[in-house]
């Protein structure tokens, strides 16, 4: 029942800019489950951004974004963040939230169907 909604994106960033992108959870708290971004840039397939652990304590990214994306959580408020420093044009992409609720997060933390709720995704456009 848990339904997750993305904001922070929207008019176009210069690379090299910041954004911070959040996803708001309701529901059913979320505290309990894994989280994750994706992102999904025309003509590619969706892919894995970052995910992290029900309390916090753990935290993964895709190769692609270490150093520059930071994913953090504030359970009090059902709401996980995704920090974006020093954007590329390749940053380009519609983000999603996520939440694993059934599956091993962590085993499965880069997979899709690992998660079993998404949020309608965010429009990110970084220019050169």
């Known amino acids: 029942q848990v339904q997750l909604v993305e904001s922070g994106g929207g008019g176009p960033v210069q690379a090299g800019g910041s954004l911070r992108l959040s996803c708001a959870a309701s529901?059913?708290?979320?505290?309990?489950?894994?989280m994750g971004w994706f992102r999904h840039a025309p003509g590619k397939e969706r892919e894995f951004v970052s995910a992290?652990?029900?309390?916090?304590?753990?935290?993964h990214y895709a190769d692609s974004v270490k150093g520059r994306f930071t994913i953090s959580r504030d359970n009090a408020r059902n709401t996980v963040y995704l920090q974006m420093i020093n954007l590329k044009p390749e940053d380009t992409a519609v983000y999603f939230c996520?939440?694993?609720?059934?599956?091993?997060?962590?085993?499965?933390?880069?997979?899709?169907?690992?998660?079993?709720?998404w949020g309608q995704g965010t429009q990110v456009t970084v220019s050169s």
């Open positions: 996520a939440v694993s609720i059934y599956s091993l997060y962590t085993i499965g933390f880069a997979r899709e169907n690992t998660y079993d709720n």
């Open positions: 529901g059913r708290a979320v505290s309990n489950y894994a």
């Open positions: 992290i652990s029900g309390d916090g304590t753990g935290t």
